[in-house]
Antibody
């Protein structure tokens, strides 16, 4: 059974960089069958796709966040990471890491989510 | 403002059939698959429908999806109290560099 687990600081100061890591267990991140994604959900609001990375390192980002987002992968640790720079209160959200099937079968595994609050 | 448009709320009584709509454009729903996700309170979303109308293993056949043109629908028949949740549609969007776009979500209340 594939499991994903987010980790990182729950509180980030405005203008700083938010950094999260997702550890994948029960499956290899090097599988060419999946994209490894980040999705966020502000409190009480809907889902917003941030971007994803393929095991090869190819990335796709939400155009509205592209200038501030970096997603990277560490296949040796079976992890992928998110960095979001110059954060503001609007970036306060539950951040989910997830696995998306590259064959159009959808986002089939999600982490439990981690709340990141941007506040001084 | 979400790229895909869903009604903010829907409701039904146990046993009833409820549908939730999702409206998009030619660059997303009109040319790509539609997905539906169910989010129970306090939990991560769960894949409910993929490729417009396919159910993952374990999803009851009470849930069904359809797509026509630039719109899609999720139907839930034989409504149960445990179906009370938020439902999100999603699709790839060719005009946004291949991004995934979500609907704003529909909160389903079982009366």
């Amino acid at each position: 059974q594939v499991q994903l687990q987010e980790s990182g600081p729950g509180l980030v100061k405005p203008s700083q960089t938010l950094s999260l890591t997702c550890t994948v267990s029960g499956g290899s991140i090097s599988s060419g069958d999946y994209y490894w994604s980040w999705i966020r959900q502000p409190p009480g609001k809907g889902l917003e796709w941030i971007g994803y990375i393929y095991y090869s390192g190819s990335t796709y980002y939400n155009p509205s966040l592209k200038s501030r987002v970096t997603i990277s992968v560490d296949t040796s640790k079976n992890q992928f990471s998110l960095k979001l720079s110059s954060v503001t209160a609007a970036d306060t959200a539950v951040y989910y890491c997830a696995r998306e099937d590259s064959g159009y079968d959808g986002i089939d595994y999600w982490g439990q989510g981690t709340l990141v609050t941007v506040s001084s | 403002q979400s790229v895909l448009t869903q009604p903010p709320s829907a409701s039904g009584t146990p046993g009833q059939r409820v549908t939730i709509s999702c409206s998009g454009s030619s660059s997303n729903i009109g040319s790509n698959y539609v997905y539906w996700y169910q989010q129970l309170p306090g939990t991560a979303p769960k894949l409910l429908i993929y490729r417009n109308n396919q159910r993952p293993s374990g999803v009851p056949d009470r849930f069904s999806g359809s797509k026509s043109g630039t719109s899609a629908s999720l139907a839930i028949s034989g409504l149960r109290s445990e179906d009370e949740a938020d439902y999100y549609c999603a699709a790839w969007d060719d005009s946004l560099s291949g991004s995934v776009v979500f609907g704003g979500g529909t909160k389903l209340t079982v009366l």
